[in-house]
């Protein structure tokens, strides 16, 4: 980065990357899980992931709010010379970094299938589920604030690439029309330029 800057990834960008295919891998492994009659029996094990996918949603749209509102609230201006990195290169370097732990939890709610039908599968779905709600929470603050918020891509870390991790520090801040992506981490449409 020229003169000092720092190459920025979207806060909500990142929260919403792992929330399609952790949803879609779920949604896969509970309908393949139901096929197995499993320990508990069919009824019991997607009952007990219904009641799975709901808790998971809550504790993952919950979790660390007071984190994200701590640093969104010390958020300073980003620099003339900070690079604000695209939607679509934040997205495939969080999938690209965590591809092995989402296979991981997709074998594993697989695998729990022969014990608890469809469970684990729910369980994965809610946890992609409850990641879209909180990019949709941020996406609130993010228009009652009028502004956008970033996170250094440097501590974003391979492990946990957690926005509200320990490695963060701060956020930087950037008018509502900056990066390509919109409030909450969705794709910008429909932008024409006259």
């Not at 492994?29 to 029996?41: F, K, N, Q, S, Y």
């Not at 729910?122 to 909180?134: D, E, N, P, V, W």
């Not at 956008?148 to 946990?160: T, Y």
Request: charged content about 20%; overall charge positive; cysteine-free.
């Amino acid at each position: 980065m020229a003169r000092g800057g720092q190459g920025l990834a979207r806060v909500a960008v990142v929260v919403r990357a792992g929330a399609a295919p952790m949803w879609w891998l779920g949604v896969f492994a509970a309908g393949v899980g139901v096929v197995p009659p499993g320990i508990t029996g069919r009824r019991i094990g997607v009952m007990a992931g219904a009641a799975l996918f709901i808790v998971t949603v809550a504790v993952v749209a919950y979790r660390r709010r007071g984190r994200y509102t701590a640093l969104a609230a010390g958020a300073a201006r980003a620099g003339r010379h900070d690079v604000l990195q695209d939607r679509a290169v934040t997205v495939r370097n969080w999938r690209r970094g965590h591809r092995w732990w989402l296979l991981l939890a997709f074998a594993a709610a697989l695998g729990s299938s022969f014990a608890v039908p469809a469970a684990g599968g729910m369980l994965l779905a809610g946890a992609g589920t409850g990641l879209r709600l909180k990019a949709a929470w941020l996406g609130r603050r993010e228009r009652a604030d009028d502004v956008l918020l970033w996170v250094r891509v440097d501590w974003l870390g391979p492990r946990s690439g957690a926005p509200a991790g320990k490695p963060v520090k701060a956020y930087r801040s950037t008018g509502i029309a900056a990066g390509d992506a919109t409030p909450g981490g969705s794709r910008r449409r429909g932008d024409v330029l006259v």
